[in-house]
């Protein structure tokens, strides 16, 4: 079993819509949670971290942690094409603060 | 002024040579990574560095040796290349502590071993 699994995608979406982008984590211990995007060619940024259990909103996107499903969720709202990216979510773990797991990725492409 | 900065960008070797890749943050981050993403786009941390000292050492192999001169640069030379070492590296930051895994990356080294 991976560590942090994603659906690679791609996952299409409606100019508009809401995307809605999943991440399940193998370890009950781990401690923080964050989405980076990556565009075709270019190095990951990040655009979220949450490390509470419930919802954390910026703008159009908003994380949602459930530690007792394993389970993190990024909701991008009013999707843009500009938004279409992979979405790469990465989690540490109390034990090994410095180390950042991360799934391999969902792929999202906004439709116009 | 760039935050994380490697070169070179792109190396492109044949197989059982030596290579380099340098890397070097202006943030004043106490910490810095070494990542591989290959082509899945699966992205595998080999190395961490925190203020000069290795804390991280991943299952890599041994042709593959980071050294940190100062808390600022971290360097990755790879010995007797492989096909298999064709990907792209990227090298991050973070300050560390609570803020372990907000990293800032470099735009990526492209090695490609013919």
């Known amino acids: 079993q991976k560590e942090v699994e994603q659906n690679s995608g791609p996952l299409s979406v409606p100019e508009g819509a809401i995307a809605s982008l999943n991440c399940t984590y193998s370890d009950r211990g781990s401690q923080s949670f964050f989405w980076y995007r990556q565009y075709s060619g270019k190095s990951p940024e990040l655009i979220m971290f949450i490390y509470s259990n419930g919802d954390k909103e910026d703008g159009r996107f908003t994380a949602q942690l459930n530690k007792a499903s394993q389970y993190v969720s990024l909701l991008i709202r009013d999707s843009q094409p500009s938004d279409s990216a992979t979405y790469l979510c990465?989690?540490?773990?109390?034990?090994?603060?410095?180390?950042?797991?991360f799934g391999s990725g969902t792929r999202l492409s906004i439709r116009p | 002024d760039t935050a994380v900065s490697q070169t070179p960008k792109y190396l492109v070797t044949q197989m059982g040579n030596d290579k380099s890749i340098k890397c070097e943050q202006n943030?004043?981050?106490?910490?810095m990574y070494w990542y591989k993403q290959d082509s899945k786009k699966f992205l595998k941390i080999m190395f961490s560095y925190n203020n000069k000292e290795l804390i991280i050492n991943e299952t890599v192999p041994n042709r593959f040796s980071p050294k940190s001169p100062d808390k600022a640069h971290l360097n990755l030379h790879i010995n007797s290349l492989e096909l298999g070492d064709s990907a792209v590296y990227f090298c991050?930051?973070?300050?560390?502590?609570?803020?372990?895994?907000?990293?800032?990356f470099g735009e990526g080294s492209r090695l490609t071993v013919l």
């Open positions: 991050a930051s973070s300050l560390g502590g609570g803020n372990t895994g907000e990293l800032f």
């Open positions: 990465a989690v540490t773990r109390y034990s090994s603060a410095s180390k950042i797991i």
């Open positions: 943030l004043g981050h106490d910490t």
